[in-house]
């Protein structure tokens, strides 16, 4: 078992930044990757940045240039530093975490007004 505890979320104005931290406890040795995705109403959740276990990074074509995903192991913690805002970022943020199996945050909500 992997329990996630996402942190970081609120409100901002365009051109703003949010930090999102995601906590990881439990079974982490058998840790894969993490990611963060998002989720609008009415829309499928889809994928914003991954990172593995080795450290390799990929980012959404939407987010590239203004998410960064980075970790930090010695804390279990993964982070994602989101830059200059849009309104179309708004969402309920996910983290999530691959090992043995599938594993959720319970999900942080970001608003970024215009």
């Known amino acids: 078992q992997v329990q996630l505890v996402e942190s970081g979320g609120g409100s901002v104005q365009a051109g703003g930044s949010l930090r999102l931290s995601c906590a990881a406890s439990g079974r982490l040795a058998s840790l894969n990757a993490m990611a963060w995705y998002r989720q609008t109403p009415g829309k499928q959740r889809e994928l914003v940045a991954v990172?593995?276990?080795?450290?390799?990074?990929n980012y959404a074509d939407s987010v590239k240039g203004r998410f960064t995903i980075s970790g930090d192991n010695a804390k279990n913690t993964v982070y994602l530093q989101m830059n200059s805002l849009k309104p179309e970022d708004t969402a309920v943020y996910y983290c999530?975490?691959?090992?043995?199996?599938?594993?959720w945050g319970q999900g942080t909500q970001v608003t970024v007004s215009s």
């Open positions: 990172i593995t276990s080795g450290g390799r990074t």
């Open positions: 999530y975490a691959q090992a043995s199996n599938d594993y």
